[in-house]
């Protein structure tokens, strides 16, 4: 695995992963879902859902997670300024979460 990355500075992707502390309504899920239909130019893949592998402990209370994959940063940032994935985000996500969690991983080309 060590040989694996040694050249970082060429990257291809950047996985951009968010969890959620999904509220336990309805509607929350459909709400939420919203987010991965919005337009976005340099988007690769856009998967939501929760996951029963982890289990409760381990979890924290997040109990829904997106993952997408980007070509690069700069097109995730321009996606993530955006008008419409901020009123999402403010009109669909936050109202049906009580939490949050982002976090963005580079992978190496050929990886």
């Not at 309805?26 to 130019?41: G, H, M, N, T, Y």
Request: proline letters at 4%.
């Amino acid at each position: 695995m060590k040989g694996r990355l040694t050249n970082i500075s060429t990257l291809t992707e950047i996985v951009h992963i968010v969890l959620w502390k999904l509220k336990d309504t309805p509607e929350a899920r459909s709400q939420v879902e919203k987010i991965k239909d919005l337009p976005s130019s340099g988007r690769i893949v856009c998967e939501m859902g929760d996951n029963k592998i982890v289990g409760e402990a381990r979890s924290q209370g997040y109990n829904w997670g997106m993952y997408s994959v980007w070509n690069s940063f700069d097109e995730l940032h321009a996606y993530a300024i955006s008008k419409e994935h901020v009123d999402c985000a403010n009109n669909f996500v936050k109202p049906n979460t009580t939490g949050s969690l982002a976090y963005d991983w580079e992978l190496p080309e050929g990886l």
